[in-house]
């Protein structure tokens, strides 16, 4: 359910998360836009550049994507069918 939706991230920045530097871009696009942090290392988490076993993201985490997105909270944004 949660690589659906980061899908849709990789969609709207038209960043392919391949390589370290969509990474970065990521996680700075996220703080420019809503003064929120998620380093890089965990949005590598998420996507499973590093550590692909061990995923469970924090809600505060999905709940920033998904405001950046444009949803109120990741809830609200796994019911749209993003």
Known sequence: MIKKRLHAIEQQTGLNMQHNHDFVSLSQQIFER???????????????????????PRTNTL????????????DSFCKMGG
Request: aromatic content about 12%; overall charge neutral; hydrophobic content about 40%.
């Open 34 to 56: 809503l003064h929120e942090s998620i380093s890089d290392s965990t949005l590598k988490r998420l996507w499973g550049y590093v550590d692909p076993q061990n995923v469970k």
């Open 63 to 74: 709940n920033i994507l998904a405001v950046f997105l444009g949803c109120k909270d990741f």
